[in-house]
């Protein structure tokens, strides 16, 4: 390109850029300095497009000086109307050298193209000119030194990129006009790359505008907008230095030059992808431009809809729970998370995303904990609280979080004014820290969450009666059932007189009477009959309901063993306890093989009796556990099973004011264990006591 090319170029961008900016600016709500620096980003345009167009349109030299004069004296006094008003001397005589150094200088050049013919003027305003442009710039550097020292921490923040922008044209400015003095002359490639240096102050204005709401009401970037602006930057200068580093190889690399250049490209392409790909690199990108770009960290309208949208997406590998753990992650570029909700009076673990949470991490509805976040509506930081525990008034934190890696937050979820629940949150991949934004965005978002977890489990809840109602009608069936079985026991009753002493009749009868305990024995597996108002709650035996719970299922194999201690007592409906007993072990039976063994041991430890159920059948996976187990009508036994015994038994366990573990191992084998208050020590001396079923 030759040097005309160069300078139309240059020029053409400064102005373009500039003419944008003022348009930008124009279309605000502003007061007087919005006004005031309208007018000096546009007297900067027009500036730099009448140099642009002074080669093609024959525009001379006098005017381009004084255009360039109004394009100085338009910045002194946006500079000067945002100096200090306090009535400081210094301040007083910068403003008033700021407001006649233009017009002194204008004045200087109306006077040579009045009185002085243009070839004259040309070659006698040179130095006079020199030293007033020079003058302005460097009064208007003073005036940024006294702006910027004397602002305070909040205004620095808000014009620091302006104090930038325009002490980068008056510097260069100064410099360019002091070696004119010096030397009688401008170097070329200075003078042509003036107009680029003013483009580069375009978007460092635009962002101090933006930080300035009294300058600039409507002028908003947005954060996708600077994150991808900021991403083609960054891009476009790697593939710049690939490039310059390609061509430095091929010109000076030797023999080898191809080789190398082709290696060199393939190497900086491959690791600039890579930290394209980086989620680490673009949380710090974010996090460096929401700190250094805007007034707001956030842009709530797209964190809004994102949220709204991640959480009714339909994804079959997820599920609600963990879709609501994801969505409040991705907002704060969290990598891992889990989800706590309250079920039959204790907040139970739900759900996790990358992250493994600690075994027994439930916790009871009356902890302090769970008092504190239903009360105070606090978001829990954990970094925080190990610097400072008294910030969160010595709250003491549940043992099982010290066990969860990578645990930051805890984000408490309401629902309809109660906690429903809470969400332990892992390290944001870009570390920092939180601020009144970030906190209060959370609290938001617990209750935006809370509510959709909370029908979530009001669908889960609702659905369950429906299948207590299927429940319902099918006990109408197998009363039907019943009553056919105790017409046939009826029928055998009145001929039994007549036909006792009939040898067919007596095959016959008992014959039938086998099919009626066989059709009633599987009823009773089918369906597990609830006390209801019946229960008699009283202090009983465990040993004697065991015994007589076992001596039922001797016929079934594997045969139970049992090692029970005679000092074991609870406080229970005994009926109901057998039933729960009877049903658990069923389950060990049907889980183990013919030859498998199913143990069952009560033991009386620290004020509580546990009934250990053992098999080595063919076990469960912690997953199954978690999720299906003690889910109502969820069985693993197909027909045969009605899948609300393992729900029954924690019920029962938690109303006796007890709980149930269970241990299981696939392939290996399960410990069901019912815990339960005890009810006293009836004899002084522990004995065990083993019965063998045979």
């Not at 301040?91 to 700021?98: D, E, G, P, S």
């Not at 009749?505 to 609830?530: A, C, G, K, N, W």
Request: charged letters at 20%.
């Amino acid at each position: 390109m030759s040097p005309t090319d160069v300078w139309l170029l240059s020029n053409s961008v400064g102005g373009l850029a500039f003419a944008g900016l003022t348009v930008l600016l124009a279309c605000t709500q502003g007061g007087t300095q919005t006004r005031l620096l309208v007018v000096a980003c546009g007297a900067n345009a027009a500036w730099c497009l009448m140099m642009a167009a002074a080669l093609v349109l024959q525009i001379a030299g006098p005017w381009l000086d004084l255009a360039e004069t109004v394009r100085g004296g338009a910045w002194l006094v946006f500079l000067s109307w945002l100096l200090p008003r306090a009535s400081f001397r210094q301040n007083r005589l910068i403003k008033t050298m700021a407001l006649a150094l233009p017009v002194l200088l204008a004045t200087m050049l109306l006077g040579q193209m009045i009185w002085q013919p243009a070839a004259e003027a040309t070659t006698q305003r040179s130095t006079g000119f020199f030293i007033g442009v020079a003058a302005i710039a460097f009064c208007a550097l003073v005036m940024l030194e006294q702006i910027y020292r004397t602002a305070n921490a909040d205004e620095r923040w808000g014009m620091k990129y302006l104090v930038l922008a325009v002490g980068l044209l008056f510097a260069y400015d100064f410099v360019m006009y002091s070696h004119a003095l010096l030397y009688a002359g401008i170097p070329l490639n200075v003078w042509e790359a003036r107009g680029v240096v003013n483009a580069l102050a375009v978007p460092l204005i635009a962002v101090s505008a933006d930080r300035n709401p009294s300058w600039s009401r409507n002028l908003r970037l947005s954060h996708q907008a600077a994150f991808h602006t900021g991403a083609l930057v960054v891009a476009g200068a790697y593939l710049l230095f690939t490039a310059l580093g390609g061509y430095y190889i091929r010109n000076f690399g030797g023999s080898w030059s191809d080789v190398l250049g082709v290696l060199f490209v393939v190497v900086t392409l491959l690791a600039f992808s890579v930290l394209l790909l980086s989620g680490q690199i673009r949380a710090r990108a974010k996090v460096y431009i929401k700190k250094h770009f805007f007034n707001y960290k956030y842009d709530y309208r797209e964190e809004w809809l994102g949220l709204t949208r991640r959480l009714t997406q339909t994804d079959e590998s997820s599920d609600p729970y963990e879709r609501s753990i994801r969505a409040v992650a991705h907002i704060l570029d969290s990598p891992a998370g889990a989800l706590w909700l309250e079920r039959d009076g204790v907040y139970d673990f739900v759900s996790q995303w990358n992250m493994a949470p600690a075994e027994n991490t439930a916790e009871a509805i009356d902890t302090s904990f769970v008092d504190f976040l239903r009360d105070r509506h606090w978001i829990v930081d954990l970094d925080e609280y190990a610097r400072n525990s008294a910030h969160y008034e010595n709250l003491a934190l549940p043992v099982w979080l010290s066990r969860i890696p990578r645990a930051r937050l805890i984000v408490p979820l309401f629902f309809e004014a109660r906690l429903l629940g809470f969400m332990v949150l892992a390290v944001p991949r870009a570390g920092y820290a939180l601020t009144w934004e970030d906190l209060d965005l959370l609290r938001t978002l617990g209750s935006q969450v809370g509510s959709f977890l909370g029908q979530q489990e009001s669908h889960v809840e609702l659905a369950q009666a429906r299948q207590f109602e299927a429940y319902n009608r099918l006990t109408a069936f197998l009363m039907h059932d019943l009553k056919n079985i105790a017409s046939q026991q009826s029928l055998i009753i009145q001929n039994a007189e007549k036909h006792k002493r009939n040898p067919e009749f007596i095959d016959d009868m008992i014959m039938t009477v086998e099919s009626s305990v066989t059709r009633m024995q599987r009823l009773l597996e089918q369906l597990q009959r609830d006390g209801g108002d019946t229960d008699r709650v009283r202090r009983v035996s465990v040993l004697a309901v065991a015994d007589q719970m076992m001596s039922t299922l001797k016929v079934r194999k594997p045969v139970p063993s049992l090692a029970c201690e005679d000092n074991a007592f609870v406080t229970v409906d005994p009926e109901r306890f057998g039933m729960i007993l009877g049903h658990v072990v069923r389950n060990a039976q049907d889980a183990t093989g013919s030859e498998g063994q199913v143990d069952v041991r009560v033991i009386t430890a620290d004020k509580t009796v546990r009934i250990a159920v053992s098999d080595d059948g063919i076990g469960m996976s912690a997953a199954f556990i978690r999720e299906s187990l003690f889910k109502p009508f969820c069985s693993t036994k197909s027909s045969r099973g009605m899948g609300i015994g393992a729900y029954q038994a924690r019920v029962f366990a938690r109303a006796a004011g007890g709980h149930v573990e269970v241990e299981s191992v696939p392939g290996v084998g399960t410990t069901f264990t019912v815990i339960l208050p005890s009810a006293g020590i009836e004899h002084l001396e522990a004995r065990p006591m083993a019965v063998g079923m045979k």
